[in-house]
């Protein structure tokens, strides 16, 4: 069973910088996204990569902001966050699947969760 752990994530200052990091133990991973949920949203699309080959793919509204990567050996994604705005507050998720995309419904396995809060 894929469990997917997350780690890092935190109070940061708009401006800043932080480090999202996602391991999946089953070194099963085909493609990881990272998804984001802010009170009173729904769920949105950040960031996906493919697992062989590093394909990656971007919500729009990043600005070039943030970077996603991955470890192989370590079995592990990350997100990198640069330049943090107020308005990227929310719980961030990782997900795996078979592709990257930008559609939640497509992931088989999902992160706890982690809370991300930029202060101004």
């Known amino acids: 069973q894929v469990q997917l752990v997350q780690s890092g994530g935190g109070l940061v200052p708009a401006g800043g910088s932080l480090r999202l990091s996602c391991s999946d133990r089953?070194?099963?991973?085909?493609?990881m996204g990272w998804f984001r949920q802010a009170p009173g949203e729904e769920r949105e699309f950040v960031a996906a990569?493919?697992?062989?080959?590093?394909?990656?793919l971007y919500a729009d509204t990043l600005e070039g902001r943030f970077t996603i990567s991955r470890d192989i050996p370590a079995g592990t994604g990350y997100l990198q966050m640069d330049n943090v705005k107020v308005e990227d507050t929310a719980v961030y998720y990782c997900?795996?699947?078979?592709?990257?995309?930008?559609?939640?419904?497509?992931?088989?396995?999902w992160g706890q969760g982690t809370q991300v809060t930029v202060s101004l």
């Open positions: 997900a795996t699947g078979r592709r990257p995309t930008a559609r939640a419904g497509a992931y088989d396995y």
């Open positions: 089953t070194f099963s991973t085909f493609a």
């Open positions: 990569i493919r697992w062989s080959g590093g394909d990656t």
